[in-house]
């Protein structure tokens, strides 16, 4: 749904949500000792596990993202990593109806049992969305799109809780030919701020 065409409530709703999450997600340097991948101290970070596996928010982030897919007559749902699969389950559990199926990505083929890279009942002849809390530079969602494709998935769009606008991964999304939708844009890099009201 085009967030021109939400009402002025609806949409300070959803900026409401966004900035409460982003408040409960926000983790600094002078609360604990946070790294970057190669291990060197950062100011910030965002932890959306937080607030996702809190009863609360799971359950009203679920309708949000469950209402957005609806809007596209999109009814399937996949995360990749630890930060997307609260996600995947909030949706199912916002649902309705029982229209709604997930499913998460493994980082390579299980090994024994049924073998899959995909878990869950998704079904191959539907598009799928692929789910992620943050969208960054795009390389982690752009591997999953690739793991996607390659079980023969129609992966059409990607909705995150955050799009660090900052950097190029929506734009590099939209070059492999997905929609990138976001709950918030943020397009500050201090941590400061809760970013822009976008929702």
Not at 99 to 112: I, P, Q, T, Y
């Amino acid at each position: 749904m085009d967030r021109d065409a939400l009402s002025s409530s609806a949409q300070a709703d959803l900026v409401a949500l966004g900035r409460r999450l982003y408040d409960r997600a926000l983790v600094r340097r002078e609360d604990e000792l946070i790294t970057d991948p190669r291990g060197q101290p950062i100011g910030w970070l965002l932890d959306t596990r937080i607030p996702m596996l809190d009863s609360d928010l799971f359950d009203e982030v679920g309708q949000v993202l469950a209402n957005r897919l609806r809007e596209r007559d999109l009814h399937q749902v996949v995360g990749y990593g630890f930060g997307a699969y609260p996600l995947v389950c909030s949706v199912l559990s916002a649902a309705e109806d029982t229209s709604f199926k997930g499913g998460l990505v493994r980082e390579e083929r299980k090994e024994h049992g049924r073998r899959r890279l995909v878990e869950g009942p998704i079904d191959r002849d539907a598009p799928v969305v692929l789910l992620d809390d943050i969208i960054n530079s795009g390389r982690s969602a752009s591997q999953a799109l690739g793991l996607l494709r390659r079980a023969g998935l129609d992966v059409v769009g990607l909705l995150t809780l955050f799009n660090f606008t900052w950097s190029s991964g929506q734009s590099r999304l939209e070059a492999e030919g997905l929609w990138v939708d976001s709950l918030l844009d943020l397009n500050l890099q201090d941590g400061a701020s809760s970013g822009s009201d976008s929702a």
